[in-house]
């Protein structure tokens, strides 16, 4: 088959397959990408409602503060007295501040005052409003806590509800009890927020084991979405908003979609014509004139085996320089596959130190670390004491030399395969594979000391210390999650502090003794000494530590090794 005739097959091919293309593209891609887009249209009217509502709860949350803070409140709260009640316990109060409930309580769970209007009634016919004096289990001391609100559910439908520590006018204490407001998400709530959205709204209480938003299309011309919102006292009823809106951007998209695909057709008839003429001119003839050459060549023996072509495009310039640019750019490749590699090493690098710098260590953390097979790993952070000290004392520039001398400390105390990061300032992250915890404590001390006995500096020498925390685990399973290596790496750096809040020039670790399948590790030191209580962590500190270890500035720890 001559190449002017796979030409018109190929074009014949391509037509069928471009129309094909389109009309498949149209039914299994545009219209459901239509439907998507519909579908993110109604969750997001679900997101809005939810935003509306939650606006209220800040509203709540916002007037109880104000009440909470007042040097009014704080007295009352200690000695109830009627001026207060009259001025203020009133329902004009309720009315005003748009609440359907107030609710005061002192420091001893006690009632002292429930102010409601119509919407509630009678507060002792709700079991979540019952009672003169609640216990610290109440739902509404249990679930939410100071300054925080949420929807608790009732017999009269969900309930806003806000609680805020009274206060003096300063925010100062001790908390003399609890201040609560409260507001009935009822019909005429929902209506003003369908008002204000310009939605119609439905909102109902149902058991659910989910708080995931749908759409439905129940035909072309109709769909529902619905959404949930969590209650705070019940673990299966949860708020379900229903909304059912019209599809007119779905109709419009399918008269849009036929009169294209029609457009298309006709188009696409024109335009492989016109293609066909062009190509047999500025491609077919040219190739023919390539391909005799190369006949020429073969039957011949010419040195040259192709000729420039009379045209100013590639295929004129293809028989003399094809050789000359393949050579180029194979020789070109090599100088950028050198200058890449080069220039990657150099972002990974910091520039004062030659260490690893805090980018090599998110990339590492990110990719490299997740694939490493089950090991003993230690993550150390260590830190200059008193660095700051040094600049103001020394300079800016022997500043430098002291941080260049401690990182040539660290390199001699290191193993070479572990990873050095200079990871900000004055502070350090070494990351040891196959290095379990009775090595890590060794490691440290060894690197405690070794910086303690270093005179640093150039012309005046001065001494320094550091404080060094480390966290060392066996990982049983490759961990692929980026933010599970970053909590174990945040471990050495809660160890650190605990370093340097217990006296620093001393070292604290961490050794993990459980297999943390979820990858969840204490984010704080109260999450890390609820850890060391329930025997999931090992503390490893040094025996003149161990009376002084300090996990915050305030509260001393007295667990050991």
Not at 209 to 217: C, M, Y
Not at 407 to 420: A, P, V, W, Y
Request: glycine share 4%; net charge negative.
């Amino acid at each position: 088959m001559k190449l002017s005739q796979k030409l018109i097959a190929i074009e014949v091919l391509f037509f069928s397959i471009l129309m094909g293309g389109v009309t498949l593209t149209i039914y299994f891609f545009a219209l459901p990408e239509i439907r998507n887009v519909e579908t993110q249209y109604h969750l997001t009217d679900i997101k809005r409602i939810k935003n509306g509502i939650k606006n209220e709860l800040d509203y709540l949350n916002s007037m109880s503060t104000d009440w909470a803070a007042w040097d009014d409140t704080y007295k009352y709260s200690d000695q109830p007295y009627p001026e207060f009640e009259s001025a203020n316990l009133v329902p004009e109060t309720l009315e005003d501040l748009r609440l359907d409930l107030l609710i005061l309580i002192n420091k001893d769970n006690k009632i002292l005052n429930k102010l409601t209007n119509n919407n509630i009634g009678d507060p002792e016919r709700l079991q979540l409003l019952q009672g003169d004096n609640w216990s610290n289990n109440h739902p509404v001391l249990q679930y939410i806590g100071d300054d925080k609100q949420g929807i608790f559910k009732t017999e009269i439908g969900p309930l806003l509800l806000a609680r805020q520590p009274i206060l003096t006018t300063r925010k100062q204490g001790p908390p003399r009890g609890y201040l609560i407001f409260a507001k009935v998400l009822n019909p005429s709530l929902v209506q003003e927020l369908s008002e204000e959205l310009q939605i119609d709204i439905s909102i109902s209480m149902t058991t659910k084991d989910t708080l995931t938003s749908s759409v439905e299309f129940i035909s072309p011309q109709k769909s529902h979405s619905r959404g949930y919102i969590q209650l705070m006292n019940s673990s299966d009823t949860v708020i379900q908003l229903d909304l059912d809106q019209p599809r007119p951007f779905y109709q419009q998209a399918i008269s849009a979609v036929r009169y294209s695909l029609f457009t298309a057709l006709i188009l696409s008839s024109i335009a492989c014509l016109i293609t066909y003429f062009i190509l047999r001119k500025v491609l077919i003839k040219p190739i023919i004139q390539l391909q005799q050459q190369a006949n020429r060549f073969k039957s011949k023996g010419e040195k040259q085996p192709f000729t420039a072509l009379q045209s100013n495009d590639e295929l004129g310039q293809l028989s003399t320089t094809f050789i000359a640019m393949a050579k180029e750019l194979s020789h070109h490749f090599g100088e950028l596959t050198q200058e890449r590699d080069q220039l990657q090493d150099s972002s990974y690098t910091d520039a004062l130190t030659t260490l690893k710098n805090q980018r090599f260590l998110s990339a590492f953390l990110s990719s490299e670390a997740n694939k490493k097979p089950p090991a003993d790993w230690t993550f150390f952070t260590l830190d200059l004491d008193f660095f700051k000290q040094v600049n103001d004392s020394y300079g800016h520039d022997i500043g430098d030399v002291t941080l260049q001398q401690f990182s040539s400390l660290l390199k001699s105390f290191c193993r070479d395969q572990d990873i050095l990061v200079r990871s900000g300032g004055e502070e350090f992250t070494v990351i040891c594979h196959q290095l379990d915890g009775e090595s890590a404590k060794k490691l440290a001390e060894r690197i405690r000391q070794g910086i303690e006995a270093f005179k640093f500096g150039a012309t005046d020498k001065f001494s320094l210390t550091c404080s060094i925390g480390f966290f060392s685990l066996h990982i049983y399973t490759p961990q692929t999650n980026t933010h599970v290596w970053k909590n174990m790496l945040k471990l050495s750096d809660i160890a650190l502090y605990a370093a340097k809040y217990s006296g620093r020039n001393t070292w604290v670790g961490l050794q993990n003794l459980s297999h943390c399948k979820d990858g969840h590790y204490p984010n704080d030191s109260s999450e890390v000494q609820h850890w060391l209580e329930s025997k999931k962590l090992k503390l490893i500190t040094p025996p003149h530590t161990e009376d002084q270890l300090r996990w915050d500035k305030e509260t001393p720890t007295n667990c050991s090794e």
